[in-house]
């Protein structure tokens, strides 16, 4: 598998179009990071790390809006072939509407939101809309 972030993204996509609430995705850093930025933006309900024979498990818990399943679209923005880059001052202006982007910064990554809030800007991993 070439690229983890595009598989887990549409992991979520498909579970939650399915109406399945725990996903299983294999561990990485980069894939742990990006769950946590998902369940601080609300998205996701838990993020759990388990080990089993020497490899590790991403357990994710999506969501639910009243008793279903929140239905989650996401669209892979920066690719493993073409890396897209945002100023910080232009990220409000591609960001409007429902939904958050996930911007990779030098102190990590974090939605939107927060790059603005700290004057961050960096590559866009990620669009996700609910």
């Known amino acids: 598998m ?4 595009s ?5 979520l996509k498909n579970a939650s179009m399915a109406g399945i609430r725990r996903v299983v995705i294999p561990h990485s850093k980069g894939i742990e990071s990006l769950a ?5 933006e609300g998205l996701l309900e838990t993020v759990e790390v388990t080990a089993e024979k020497n490899k590790k498990s991403l357990i994710v818990t999506i969501g639910l809006v009243g008793e279903t ?3 989650l679209e996401v ?3 920066s690719k ?4 897209m880059y945002i100023k910080a001052k232009d990220i409000k202006k591609s ?4 939904g958050i982007l996930v911007i990779s910064t030098p102190k990590g990554l974090m939605a ?6 700290n004057n961050l800007g960096g590559e866009i991993i990620c669009k996700i809309q609910f």
């Open 112 to 117: 939107n939101k927060e790059a603005v809030k």
């Open 75 to 77: 669209k892979r923005i």
């Open 69 to 71: 399943v929140r239905p």
């Open 95 to 98: 960001s409007r509407g429902l």
């Open 2 to 5: 070439n690229d983890k972030i």
């Open 7 to 11: 598989d887990f993204l549409i992991r």
């Open 36 to 40: 946590n930025v998902l369940k601080k």
């Open 80 to 83: 493993p072939g073409r890396k």
